[in-house]
Nanobody
């Protein structure tokens, strides 16, 4: 069983930065893709960024491009999400997810194709 534990959430002012971490209980080399998703109050869960563990290829939802960076440290079994230029609309619970056994994972189905989930970490951006 794969366990994912997020950390790094908190409160920040608009324009600020935060880095989220997601520690995986198994070697990330046994995972095919890892991603970050978020759910704002009253809204459905949405994709933020995905990274292929084997080659480090990253994809982002258009609204996060240029502001967010996903990275993977396989030696630490940890995935990060660096978030810059944060906006109040980025306020949400951010979830880490991991997927196996598929050749492609999409950012646009709210993570329905991911297999394992963390419990989430809250990010609050004040104006």
């Amino acid at each position: 069983q794969v366990q994912l534990v997020e950390s790094g959430g908190g409160m920040v002012q608009a324009g600020g930065s935060l880095t989220l971490s997601c520690e995986c209980s198994v070697s990330t080399f046994s995972i095919w893709a890892m991603g970050w998703y978020r759910q704002a109050p009253g809204k459905e869960r949405e994709g933020v960024a995905l990274i292929n563990v084997d080659d480090g290829a990253a994809r982002y939802v258009d609204s996060m491009k240029g502001r967010f960076t996903i990275s993977c440290d396989n030696a630490k079994n940890t995935v990060y999400l660096q978030m810059n230029s944060l906006k109040p609309e980025d306020t949400a619970v951010y979830y880490c997810a991991a997927g196996r056994g598929k050749s492609y994972f999409t950012l646009y189905t709210g993570g329905s194709d991911m297999d394992y989930w963390g419990k989430g970490t809250l990010v609050t951006v004040s104006s």
